[in-house]
């Protein structure tokens, strides 16, 4: 996994060392990493019209994608599961 380039992190390149690390520790979230990969890649060619999908397909690839980027996200910034503080709650 080349993670300067991953998709989870275009956005937050400072995460790249902790992704790989976190990869190396973890089997199931390196898994599940590779399969937001894969559908990161698949909602990219969607929305380069080189692979044909109706509207609620594609509504439910965005939605698939944003959940388990949302899902990796959180353990890759709050890895024992912690609460950040931000929402007061």
Do not use: F, W
């Amino acid at each position: 996994m080349t993670t300067s380039v991953h998709p989870l992190i275009k956005e937050t390149p400072q995460l790249a060392q902790d992704l790989q690390d976190l990869c190396d520790d973890d089997p199931k979230y390196a898994r599940q990493v590779e399969e937001y990969q894969q559908l990161a890649a698949r909602l990219a060619a969607v929305q380069a019209g080189t692979i044909a999908l109706d509207a609620e397909g594609i509504e439910l690839l965005e939605q698939q994608c944003n959940a388990q980027q949302a899902i990796l996200l959180r353990k890759l910034t709050h890895p024992a599961g912690g609460c950040c503080g931000g929402c007061g709650g």
